[in-house]
T-cell receptor, first 109, second 113 residues
Framework: GQNIDQPTEMTATEGAIVQINCTYQTSGFNGLFWYQQHAGEAPTFLSYNVLDGLEEKGRFSSFLSRSKGYSYLLLKELQMKDSASYLCAAVDSNYQLIWGAGTKLIIKP | DVKVTQSSRYLVKRTGEKVFLECVQDMDHENMFWYRQDPGLGLRLIYFSYDVKMKEKGDIPEGYSVSREKKERFSLILESASTNQTSMYLC????????????FGPGTRLTVL
C-alpha cells in the first residue's frame, strides 16, 4: 500500500532551527511536495523535490533521498508566523498526490 | 495570482439534506480536485476532473458526486448528507502539467447534524 509518515506535532523556539521529517512508500515516485497550512486557511505551496539533495529557498530548505524514501523540511530562524501545519505529499506513478496527515509546528517565544 | 474560491466557509446541514459545495478558479486550469481533511488523516481525494464534463473517482467517492459544466467551476454534491460527512472540504486546481502546483481554496467546514 501507499503510505506517508510524518510526526503529528513538534515544538520549537523562536529564532531556532527545526527539521520536519517525512517518509514515504508509494507505487512509483515522481517527486515530493511540501505545503504550509495555517489554522483555518488553505494549504500553500512551499517546495517540490524530485532529485536527491537539498534545495534552499530563503529560510526554508527541503531535502530528498529517493533511495531512503525520505524527505525533510528545514526551517531556520523560526518566527512566530511559522506556527502552522506542514503537509508532505508524494507523487505516485499515476501522478496522484499521496498526502501525509501533516505536522503541527508550535513556535514558542 | 491564482485564486480559488469556495462558496461557503462554514455550513451546517441536517442529516438527509442534499448539499452543494461550489468551487471556482480564475486561472483557466484544466484540473480540479475535491478533498476532505480530517484530524489525524491526510488530505483524502474524493473526486477530480481533468476537463469539462469529465470526472474521475478519487480514494473516497462514496456518498459524493460532482459536476463540472464549466471549466472554472467544480461542484461537490452530497446527495443525502450523513454525520460522518462532517469535515473540512478543500477544493484545488492545477494546470496541465502533472507536476504543477495545486492551488487550494480556503475550505468549507461542513457540519452535518
Amino acid at each position: 500500500g501507499q503510505n506517508i509518515d510524518q510526526p503529528t506535532e513538534m515544538t520549537a523556539t523562536e529564532g531556532a532551527i527545526v527539521q520536519i521529517n517525512c517518509t514515504y512508500q508509494t507505487s512509483g515516485f515522481n517527486g515530493l511536495f511540501w505545503y504550509q497550512q495555517h489554522a483555518g486557511e488553505a494549504p500553500t505551496f512551499l517546495s517540490y523535490n524530485v532529485l536527491d539533495g537539498l534545495e534552499e529557498k530563503g529560510r526554508f530548505s527541503s531535502f530528498l533521498s529517493r533511495s531512503k524514501g525520505y524527505s525533510y523540511l528545514l526551517l531556520k530562524e523560526l518566527q512566530m508566523k511559522d506556527s502552522a501545519s506542514y503537509l508532505c505529499a508524494a507523487v505516485d506513478s499515476n501522478y496522484q498526490l499521496i498526502w501525509g496527515a501533516g505536522t503541527k509546528l508550535i513556535i514558542k517565544p | 495570482d491564482v485564486k480559488v474560491t469556495q462558496s461557503s466557509r462554514y455550513l451546517v446541514k441536517r442529516t438527509g439534506e442534499k448539499v452543494f459545495l461550489e468551487c471556482v478558479q480564475d486561472m483557466d486550469h484544466e484540473n480540479m480536485f475535491w478533498y476532505r481533511q480530517d484530524p489525524g488523516l491526510g488530505l483524502r481525494l474524493i473526486y477530480f476532473s481533468y476537463d469539462v464534463k469529465m470526472k474521475e473517482k478519487g480514494d473516497i467517492p462514496e456518498g459524493y458526486s460532482v459536476s463540472r459544466e464549466k471549466k472554472e467551476r467544480f461542484s461537490l454534491i452530497l446527495e443525502s448528507a450523513s454525520t460522518n460527512q462532517t469535515s473540512m472540504y478543500l477544493c484545488a486546481s492545477r494546470g496541465t502539467g502533472d507536476l504543477d502546483t495545486q492551488y487550494f481554496g480556503p475550505g468549507t467546514r461542513l457540519t452535518v447534524l
